[in-house]
C-alpha cells in the first residue's frame, strides 16, 4: 500500500458538497485539501449544453444505477435509483433546476436540531440558510430580499420555452393556481417557470465545479484523484486520521491532519461509515465488522422525491419530439451555438406548479412538471407513441423512511438500499390525488385542445384500485435520496451528526453531503446541498 502522504483535510466524494467546502477550505484557510472521486474528472462537452444531459439519463456513463431492495407494496418492484458518478456529481448530470424548497422545510431542520426546552438559536432556520443562498448566488435578474449577485453560482431563467408548457402554465391558471414568477421568492404555492444552474454568459451548465471548484483548481494545496474508491476510514484512538482507497487497481493511504470529510452522498456515505465500525450494531455484527462507534442511526431515515405520470398524445409538435435527432437536432445545435437559443437552450423541465390537491396542508404537498415529451422509464412504456406531453406529479414530503444497509462488507459491493415508496398510506393517496388533478389539467382548456388521448395510463383506468395499481407500477425516484446520516440534538438517540455536522463519537469525523438532511426540502434538492455546504464549510472553517 502506498502512502500519499499528509493533508490537512480530506474530502470523500466529488460532488456538490465536495466541490463547495473545497473551494472554502482552500480558497480562503489555504489548507492542504484531498478531495476523492470514484467517477471520472470530465464529463462529455455535450453535457455542458442546457439539452445535453438527457443523453445520458439511462446510461451508466455517469451515474450509478443502484438498484434497490424489492417493495411488497410495489408489488415486488424495486425501481432503479441513479446516483451522478463523476466530478460534481448530480450537479454535473443533472436538469439544473434551480430550487431551495419552502421556508418550513429549514423551520424543520431547526427544530430537529433543538432539544426539548432548549433555546432556538436559529442555527438551521430558513432566514439562516437565505444568507447562504444569496451569498452563492449570481441572479440574472439581479438582487432582492431573497437573491444576490456576485457569487460564484449562475443562476438564470430560461430564454426558451415550448408552446406546451407555456400552454401548461395558462392552463393552471385558469384552473384558479396563481402564477407565481420565482418560486424561490416569498411563497412556492402556484405555478410558472423554474430557474436553473445555468451560465446567462455563456448559456451553459453551470455545476459545482464550474462554479466553486475550478477558481481553486491549480491551486498546489488541492489534489485531486479521481477513478478511485475509497474502501475505509482510517481511525485510532477515536479519532478520524485519513482514509485509505483503491485507484487502478492499486491500494493506497493518506492521513489527515485536521479532519476527513464525508460528502458521497446519501446511499454512500452511511455504506462507509458501516464498513469503517461506525452504525447501528446489528448491522456491523452481520458482517462481522469490528465496531468503532455504535450509531444506530446510520442508514436510517433514507427519503426522496416520487413520482408518477400520465402521459398523452398530441394534435401535433408542441414539445421535443425528435429534437435530439437528423436535421431537427442539426438546426437546433446551429442555433445554439450561434445565438445561445432555441430547443438545445433549455432543459426541457421548463415549468411546475406547487399545489396542494388534497386540500388539506397550508403547504404544497406536490410538485406538478409539465415534459413537453413523453418521458417514461423504457420498462414501463416499451413503444415510441410519437408527439407527446408528461405530467408527472412528485410527492415533497413522503412519510415514510427507508433504510441503507450493507450487502456485504466488501466495499465495491452496492449497498442494498431499502425506498419504503408508498410505505406509508398518507404517500400513497398524496400521489393518486396529484395523478387526478394531472388528469384534470389535461382535460382543461386550453391545454386540451393540445391533447389528442391519454394513453398512459389511459381512460379506462377510472377507479381508485385501478390508479392506485398504475402509481404503485410506475412510481420512480425523483433523484433526490438525503437523510441517512441526519444530524440532530443530542437527545436524539437517531441522530448521526451534531448541529455542527460531526459524527457522534468519533473525533475529526465530518458529513456535509444531502444525508445530513433530518428532512427532505420541498424540490429539487440540489441548491439546499449547494447552500448547507457553504454553512458546512463556516463551521469547519471557524472550530
Known sequence: MSDKG??????????????????????????RVLLIERGPAKASPIIDFPAGYMKFLAKDTYLAMHKTAPQPQLDGRGPIVPQGRVLGGGSTVNAMVYMRGQPGDYARWNAAVTAPGAANDGAWSYEDMLAYFKAQEDNDHLADAFHGVGGPLKVSHLGHTSPMTRTYV?????????????????SQFGVGFMQHTIDWTTRRRCSAVTAFLAPVMRDPRLTIVTDATVTGIRIEQGRAVGVDYLQGGSHHKAEAGTEVILAAGAYQTPKLLMLSGIGPEDELSRHGIAAKVLLPGVGRNLQDHYECPVVATTRGSFGYYRQDRGWPMIKAGLQYLLFGTGPASTTGVETCAFLDPTGSSAEPTIQMFCVPTVYLDRDVMGTDPGDGVTINSLLLRPRARGRVTLASADPFADPIIDTQIFGHPEDLATTMAGFRFARQVLAAAPLRDLIDKEIFPGPAVTSDEAIAAHCRRTVKTGYHPVGTCRMGHDADPEAVLTPDLRVRGIEGLRVVDASIMPTIVSGNTNAAVLAAAGKAADLILHS
Request: proline share 5%.
Open 6 to 31: 499528509q493533508f490537512d483535510f480530506i474530502i470523500v466524494g466529488g460532488g456538490s458538497a465536495a466541490c463547495v467546502v473545497a473551494s472554502h477550505l482552500v480558497g480562503r484557510a489555504k489548507a
Open 170 to 186: 395558462k392552463t393552471l391558471q385558469g384552473m384558479g393556481i396563481p402564477y407565481n414568477p420565482d418560486f424561490n421568492g416569498a
